[in-house]
């Protein structure tokens, strides 16, 4: 299993006689510079996807001691979101825009206005009504719209293909019939509806494809075989579900990464008008209500930078600072918000009182408590539209390894809070999927 997220790239061999895994890899990476005059984008060149999956892969196998020729299956799970443009070469046009971008925030309103929801920027439909109005040149040749893990699907089988999960998160989706809504699509313009890919349930054909030699051959440099089976894969947050037994009604997941999400099972779609629970297919043929947060391990990282400390030092630091930082609130907004959709919002330290922030964790709890109040404000508003409290939370993602972080969210929360045994659920979702 791979998960091709936005910081690097996991990569996961799991055993199928043992039911255990065999070896992870991973390959870090960062988003293209900032185009002047373009704060509020983010964007990545596709090809780096490419070498985190070989980078990962081969750490995976070293790892487990094995060769290429043991590799039976590949799942992928993608970041959600991004805009993949390919031409009708399928070459790709432009670099691909990512779910934190924000600078279709314009686009997103008129979309949602129109939809009858609250369409934040980082629905696909709204970075291709960008492109359209910004780059026109590239919309004229534009002739495939991929996410992320169907261009990787693509790369290693040939197939063009998604599936109801992924499609969710385009914003044109119709929930209860899983396919694209020919109306909602016309309005982003005439052409948007044929250059979607296909929707495959994976519930009906799990299979996407094989790895083609070519693919083996050339960028994959022989890591993994040809013919290997290529499951339909999905969507991080839809994998990362999977990989944690997210499937059953009261089933609640907290991921702690670049962005931070809090997800539940349902059975029956669950639409909300503000836009705050985004409206997801699963992995599994149910639904995967959802609420994204661009702002998570990253606020809790900046304390670390403004002291000099690292996340070791700022714990045993933390054993004097009481839940609530006797008032000092970070609210952290600090590259813009989806949720509250609040774009063009900015991060801020309230309640400071003399010698508030001589000892630098108060800063590093107040970080991780504001990340921690906007998730769950989030299972909040998941509550008020029918969905079940929650048994316990499982958390997962790099954040969930910090045992005063899943403190807090228990506190929060008050529930009981799990870590899995393997964070790295998504592509662990990826895996079991394959």
Known sequence: GVDVGTQGTKAILYDLSSKAVAGKGSCSYGLMPTPAGRPNAAEQDPSTWLEGVRVAAKAALEEAGLEPRAIAAVGVSGQQHGMVALDAECDVIRPAKLWCDVESAKEAKELGDRFGWAMQAGFTSSKVLWMKRHEPHNWARTEHVLLPHDWINYKLTGEIATDPGDASGIGVLDLTTRSFRDDLCEFVDPKFRRLLPDIVDPEERGVLGTVTAEASNSWLEGLIPAGAIVSVGSGDNMMSALGAGCVDEGDLVVSLGTSGTVFGYSSTPVIDATGAVAPFCDATGGYLPLLCTMNCTKVVEEPLLWYGCDHGQMVKLARSVPPGCDGVRFLPYITGERTPNWPDATGAIVGIRPGSLVNPA???????????????????????????????????????KSPLWRQIIADAFDVKVRRLREAESAALGAATQA
């Not at 508003?381 to 790099?398: D, F, I, Q």
């Open 362 to 400: 108060v800063a590093y709890r107040a970080a991780m408590e504001g990340a921690t109040y906007s998730l769950l404000a989030g299972v909040r508003r998941m509550s008020e539209l029918g969905m079940p409290a929650p048994r316990e939370v499982k958390v997962v993602g790099g954040g969930s």
